[in-house]
């Protein structure tokens, strides 16, 4: 069973999601702040952290980027009412790997979750299997039907991104940010460039396509059949 610790200091909010996660089966830890977190770390496994930004002590932010700098790479759902985008940037920036606002849809905040392990899982391994296509991370290794092909780094990683989240969205500056990172020379039209790369390779690849998402981006999308 999976075990997600619940980082919240209002207790009826840390009693409601509990409530809400033992009901689908998960082991829960509650913490009511990032110290109380950190310690109970120390001693209990932890599959994924629900984590609000707004605590005493060490808040969300300072208690993701904590994490990420020990390079604990545990997925966090960050749960909030705040809701600006200068605050979802920052939360981001910190580490999370998806956020919501309060008040949370509980069916909406599960599948997140579903989600959120599903892709820890595969980012663990570092390996994606779909249909007669698998990813190898670690070879940079598209094999199909048993044929190799070796991708050029930036290209797998794009790839590999968008496999992981299939039907997700991803605007070109996401993929500038999380793959060439802020601080990159490039612009956006690069995304373009890998992006028509990877088709012209990809083509006839019966498990995948990736779609144009007009005025937004990119999403990679299983094929029928």
Known sequence: MFRIMVVEDDPHTRLLHTKILEGAGYVVIPAANGEEALERMDHEHVDLILLDVMMPRMDGFEFARILRET?????????????????????????????????????????????????????????????????DFDALSVTVDGEARYLPQKEFQVLFKLL???NKIFTRRQLMDEIWNFDSESDERTVDVHIHRLRERFEDNPDFEICTIRGLGYKAVKKNG
């Open 164 to 166: 992981s989240y299939q």
């Open 71 to 135: 390079d604990c790479q545990i997925p966090i759902l960050m749960v909030t009412a705040k809701e600006g985008k200068q605050d979802k940037r920052d939360g981001f920036l910190a580490g999370t790997d998806d956020y919501m606002t309060k008040p949370v849809d509980e069916e909406e905040m599960l599948l997140r979750i579903a989600a959120l392990l599903r892709r820890s899982s595969i980012n663990a391994s570092r390996r994606i299997e779909l249909g007669r296509t698998v990813l």
